[in-house]
């Protein structure tokens, strides 16, 4: 395997490598993202998804190091076990304690939450304002941690999160409390709604409403015609929590935003800025959602 060269990266070898690291990973989207954006960019990279079984994980790292790679995406159920594996961590992975990217920096592994990029992009993009506002967010399991950093960085008042096992949520609030000082956080119960306020962002970050998920419980909104609604699943693309809230007068935003921008931030570690990034965007959600509905087609 030749050196990579770090200064233009990627010149003075046929390929980089990167992978997927998870368990099971067949479902996927990352190697038809990184083929699309390899194609875009012409940049030659061989893009692995590998399915590590428990216990692997160290050695499987260990292997992607010796072939000299760029970085790996992190899915489940390794988010947080591989913290354990890596040099040193960024400051969002080491709040949230799950990291989804890693970047092999000159052979110092690094691990990075590109979902808390995707998240702000996402919400930047539609012109969400957070600062001073208030936030209700369903589920407090990684995705949750994401969105709870990012309201956090984006000085939100209030986050009330509601979560089907509360002592989980307990501990988010616990744990982002004392590391933002503008922003406060609170647990709810399920479909209620803190009195009196104003809501202007709804979250959901629970797997409620996922093609193939059961519909256990439902979601309530505060009608609002300047609020939003974002929901981090992707399939389908109008998920029962879009509909719902728009059903309310809310604005909805779907998962499809924030996994393209994700992506894009990660491509970004790995390889420097991207030119023309909303026109690839914008070219990436549209590859993606045709993507989404061949595979509606054939399940
Ligand atoms: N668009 C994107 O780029 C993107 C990125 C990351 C994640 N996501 C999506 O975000 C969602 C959450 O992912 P995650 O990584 O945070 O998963 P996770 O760590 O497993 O957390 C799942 C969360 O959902 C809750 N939950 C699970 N089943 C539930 C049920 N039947 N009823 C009520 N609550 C339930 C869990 O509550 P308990 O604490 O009670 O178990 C927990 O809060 C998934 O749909 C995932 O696809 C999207």
């Given at each position: 395997?030749?050196?990579?060269?770090?200064?233009?990266?990627?010149?003075?070898?046929?390929?980089?490598?990167?992978?997927?690291?998870?368990?099971?990973?067949?479902?996927?989207?990352?190697?038809?993202?990184?083929?699309?954006?390899?194609?875009?960019?012409?940049?030659?990279?061989?893009?692995?998804?590998?399915?590590i079984?428990?216990?692997?994980?160290?050695?499987?790292?260990?292997?992607?190091?010796?072939?000299?790679?760029?970085g790996?995406?992190?899915?489940?159920?390794?988010?947080e076990?591989?913290?354990a594996c890596?040099?040193r961590?960024?400051?969002?992975?080491?709040?949230?304690?799950?990291?989804?990217?890693v970047?092999?920096?000159?052979?110092?592994?690094?691990?990075?939450?590109?979902?808390?990029?995707?998240?702000?992009?996402?919400?930047?993009?539609?012109?969400?304002?957070?600062?001073?506002?208030?936030?209700?967010?369903?589920?407090?399991?990684?995705?949750?941690?994401?969105?709870?950093?990012?309201?956090?960085?984006?000085g939100?008042?209030?986050v009330?999160?509601?979560?089907?096992?509360p002592?989980?949520?307990?501990?988010?609030?616990?744990?982002?409390?004392?590391?933002?000082?503008k922003?406060?956080?609170?647990v709810?119960?399920?479909?209620?709604?803190?009195l009196?306020?104003?809501?202007?962002?709804w979250v959901n970050?629970?797997?409620?409403g996922?093609?193939?998920?059961?519909?256990?419980?439902?979601?309530s909104?505060?009608?609002?015609?300047n609020?939003?609604?974002?929901?981090?699943i992707?399939?389908?693309?109008e998920?029962?929590?879009?509909?719902?809230?728009?059903?309310?007068?809310?604005?909805?935003?779907?998962?499809?935003d924030?996994?393209?921008?994700?992506?894009?931030?990660?491509?970004?570690?790995?390889?420097?800025?991207?030119?023309?990034?909303?026109?690839?965007?914008v070219?990436?959600k549209?590859?993606?959602?045709?993507?989404?509905?061949?595979?509606?087609?054939?399940?």
């Amino acid at each position: 395997m030749r050196k990579r060269s770090r200064t233009a990266a990627g010149q003075g070898r046929t390929s980089e490598v990167a992978a997927l690291i998870g368990h099971p990973v067949s479902h996927s989207l990352s190697p038809a993202i990184f083929s699309f954006l390899s194609r875009r960019f012409s940049r030659k990279i061989q893009y692995d998804a590998l399915d590590i079984s428990p216990g692997e994980l160290k050695r499987a790292l260990g292997l992607l190091r010796s072939l000299d790679f760029i970085g790996c995406n992190i899915t489940i159920p390794y988010k947080e076990k591989v913290i354990a594996c890596l040099d040193r961590v960024s400051d969002e992975t080491r709040v949230i304690g799950a990291a989804n990217v890693v970047y092999n920096k000159d052979g110092e592994l690094i691990g990075y939450n590109s979902d808390v990029l995707g998240i702000l992009e996402t919400l930047r993009e539609a012109r969400v304002r957070i600062s001073g506002r208030e936030v209700v967010l369903y589920g407090a399991g990684g995705a949750a941690r994401a969105v709870a950093y990012a309201m956090g960085v984006l000085g939100a008042k209030d986050v009330w999160i509601t979560n089907r096992t509360p002592h989980r949520a307990r501990a988010l609030t616990k744990k982002f409390g004392s590391y933002f000082s503008k922003t406060r956080y609170h647990v709810l119960a399920w479909e209620s709604f803190p009195l009196g306020r104003q809501i202007d962002l709804w979250v959901n970050a629970t797997p409620l409403g996922m093609a193939g998920f059961p519909r256990s419980r439902t979601f309530s909104f505060i009608p609002g015609k300047n609020a939003f609604a974002l929901d981090l699943i992707y399939r389908p693309e109008e998920t029962p929590f879009l509909k719902k809230a728009s059903a309310e007068g809310l604005k909805t935003i779907g998962g499809l935003d924030m996994l393209v921008w994700q992506a894009i931030g990660t491509w970004e570690l790995w390889f420097g800025k991207m030119s023309g990034k909303h026109e690839t965007k914008v070219a990436l959600k549209k590859f993606l959602k045709q993507r989404l509905r061949r595979i509606d087609r054939c399940t």
